[in-house]
């Protein structure tokens, strides 16, 4: 009943910043907690940061204090900051809600001097 589009990924060198949007479809969007995930090259998807449908926020140990993950209901559209990033945070990073089984195509964000 949701669809996702993931965007603003790049390449950007150590240290440097994105910020990662993904944009939702549907009427019940501001019900669900949303989560962005990424899958690096050569290993399996993982979820790094989560927001809740009230606000609340959790992070991976690995991204916590670098990215921010955010959500704005009147555009149903939740948000990742990635600060000081570093090489091994490139992946294709996707958004999706817990538990669904269908995936965007993501967005790639690649950093590496």
């Known amino acids: 009943q949701v669809q996702l589009v993931e965007s603003g990924g790049g390449l950007v060198q150590p240290g440097g910043s994105l910020r990662l949007s993904c944009a939702a479809s549907?009427?019940?969007?501001?019900?669900?907690?949303m989560g962005w995930y990424r899958q690096a090259p050569g290993k399996q998807r993982e979820l790094v940061a989560t927001i809740t449908s009230r606000g609340s926020t959790i992070y991976t140990d690995s991204v916590r204090g670098r990215l921010t993950i955010s959500r704005d209901n009147a555009k149903n559209t939740v948000y990742l900051q990635t600060n000081n990033l570093k090489p091994e945070d490139t992946a294709v990073y996707y958004c999706?809600?817990?538990?669904?089984?269908?995936w965007g195509q993501g967005t790639k964000v690649t950093v590496s001097s």
């Open positions: 549907g009427s019940i969007f501001n019900s669900y907690a």
């Open positions: 999706n809600l817990p538990m669904r089984t269908t």
